[in-house]
T-cell receptor, first 112, second 111 residues
Framework: DAGITQSPRYKITETGRQVTLMCHQT?????MFWYRQDLGHGLRLIYY???????DKGEVPDGYVVSRSKTENFPLTLESATRSQTSVYFC???????????FGQGTRLTVV | KQEVTQIPAALSVPEGENLVLNCSFT??????LQWFRQDPGKGLTSLLL?????REQTSGRLNASLDKSSGRSTLYIAASQPGDSATYLC??????????FGTGTRLTVIP
């Protein structure tokens, strides 16, 4: 299916475990983003990527790692999950220039 | 740092009413502004994108305006329907790498 998909949709993990959230887009958009959404904070940028093999930090990058070996995939890894990382995570993509951003359905992550 | 504010945080209106949602931002140096809709437990659906050089955009019953110099945008919804009930988010783009989001207006349209 065309679009942007995230997996899993829901995840429960334990404190200290590593967990990876997946994001895949079929538009060949240059830019991809990871946001987290928390009550009272709205959406905040974690990391973004301008192209394959080019990534950079956003507003709240601590505790997260990203990679982008292929244009269509942008996984987000929590190296050692903490309860403060309980959140809803959204992946987004957009084309070159200042174009429209499209979002995935989100991953609800609970760290216990 | 860019700050985006949406007022009111929640709004209830009877079906059929026209309504306006407000978005303000502190730094007028933006490239564009995007309005999104978010249904409970779902992702963000793009509604309208207004480039900084534009004053308004329309899609069906939705009309978004942008006054960059005053740091304001409005989303006008005509003849509201219960299916319009959702949270509406505005976001401003300050560079290729980021959108700054407001915390949203939760709209309830009462049948």
């Amino acid at each position: 299916d065309a679009g942007i998909t995230q997996s899993p949709r829901y995840k429960i993990t334990e404190t200290g475990r590593q967990v990876t959230l997946m994001c895949h887009q079929t538009w060949s958009h240059s830019y991809m983003f990871w946001y987290r959404q928390d009550l009272g904070h709205g959406l905040r940028l974690i990391y973004y990527s301008a192209a394959a093999d080019i990534t950079d930090k956003g507003e709240v990058p601590d505790g997260y790692v990203v990679s982008r070996s292929k244009t269509e995939n942008f996984p987000l890894t929590l190296e050692s999950a903490t309860r403060s990382q309980t959140s809803v995570y959204f992946c987004a993509s957009g084309g070159q220039g200042y174009t429209e951003a499209f979002f995935g359905q989100g991953t609800r992550l609970t760290v216990v | 740092k860019q700050e985006v504010t949406q007022i009111p945080a929640a709004l209830s209106v009877p079906e059929g009413e026209n309504l306006v949602l407000n978005c303000s931002f502190t730094d007028s140096a933006i490239y564009n502004l995007q309005w999104f809709r978010q249904d409970p437990g779902k992702g963000l659906t793009s509604l309208l994108l207004i480039q900084s050089s534009q004053r308004e955009q329309t899609s069906g019953r939705l009309n978004a305006s942008l006054d960059k110099s005053s740091g304001r945008s409005t989303l006008y919804i005509a003849a509201s329907q219960p299916g319009d009930s959702a949270t509406y988010l505005c976001a401003v783009r300050t560079g290729a790498n980021n959108l700054f989001f407001g915390t949203g207006t939760r709209l309830t349209v009462i049948p």
